[in-house]
């Protein structure tokens, strides 16, 4: 008898729970889901979960509880990672006190840095790195990470507190968004990623290797528009060809919120920071010169777990 795990990854706009069996080196995914939480909704830049927020937050982890309990994970083997939003919290002890008292999950707060390394065990679990560098990078709601790494270690990596919620609530003050605001929004790019220019000016990543939300997001707009479809559910691994990154960005920040959500493959959940996020990666591939991008649909929860069979 394999022994079975339950591992949630608690976002700052989506939560996600993973449960498998584990046989040996053998894992059988039983179950899998994300739902939207949005816990740095309203409160994300003045450090604070609002009492809105850990109601939302409950409810998807009773829905969690009730899963956990059907496939009968152990408390012992229930792991749940608090990131950008949690860790930053001013009232992260009473948040964590409530969510274990509430629905018995134990959180454990992990910083920008172990998150970074989850990341980069996922991303290389879900795709093929290669042996030249890459540029990984997974945007949160709370956190930007960037780890450049091959498919055999990590060359540097820094987690960012530059997140889709904090953008947004920052400076998207009209949609679409405003030139002046756009401005601004690439100007703080170019202040706050200085330690991102000097390792990529060090080790000269060739690719974009991108994780989670967003670029999960524009996977499924690139297939609805190929294919008419959603893109398959066992591939990890896609290419996403620059000149489709720059057709759907040019919908994204033309277009205002109805106009985005009338994009094949867009979610709600993603439909308005979706628009920083874009940014981001835009502002990544034209300082950095990278006209090469991968997605890996495997992030944070699938790197705790490659980390367990000591991948």
């Known amino acids: 008898m394999g022994s079975r795990l339950g591992i949630i990854d608690l976002g700052t706009n989506t939560f996600h729970l993973l449960i498998v069996e584990k046989n040996g080196m053998d894992v059988t995914t039983l179950f899998h889901e994300s739902r939207p939480a949005r816990i740095g909704q309203g409160g994300i830049n003045n450090r604070i979960i609002t ?64 998150e970074a390394v989850y990341i980069y065990k996922g991303v290389r679990y879900g795709a093929k790195l290669g042996s030249a560098p890459s540029l990984i990078m997974d945007i949160g709601g709370g956190s930007v990470e960037f780890i450049i790494g091959n498919e055999s270690q990590i060359f540097w990596k820094q987690s960012f507190e530059i997140g889709g919620q904090r953008l947004m609530e920052k400076f998207m003050r009209t949609d679409p968004l405003a030139e002046g605001d756009k401005k601004k929004l690439y100007n703080y790019f170019e202040e706050t990623l200085i330690p991102l220019a000097n390792a990529v000016h060090q080790y000269a990543p060739e690719k974009l290797v991108g994780s ?51 994009i094949p493959g867009m979610i709600a959940l993603r439909v308005d920071m979706i628009v920083v996020a874009v940014c981001v990666i835009d502002y ?15 992030a944070l929860k699938e790197g705790v777990l490659a980390d367990l069979m000591g991948m």
Not at 237 to 256: A, H, K, M
Request: include cysteine; hydrophobic fraction near 35%.
């Open 212 to 262: 989670s939300g967003t670029f999960d997001t524009l996977i499924d707009i690139d297939f609805q528009h190929r294919t008419g479809d959603w893109s398959p559910t066992g591939q990890t691994d896609f290419p996403l060809p620059i000149e489709e990154f720059y057709r759907i960005y040019s919908l994204i920040l033309n277009g205002n919120h109805q106009e985005r959500m009338a």
């Open 51 to 114: 009492d809105e927020a850990i109601e939302r937050a409950l409810t998807v982890l009773r829905f969690f509880r009730e899963q956990l309990d059907l496939f009968e994970v152990s408390f012992e083997n229930t792991m749940a990672f608090g990131t950008s939003a949690i860790r930053n919290a001013g009232n992260q002890d009473s948040f964590c006190e409530i969510v274990l008292r509430e629905t018995n999950i134990p959180i454990k707060i992990i910083d920008g840095n172990q």
């Open 284 to 298: 990544v591939l034209r300082s950095h010169k990278i006209n090469q991008i991968q997605v890996s649909s495997y």
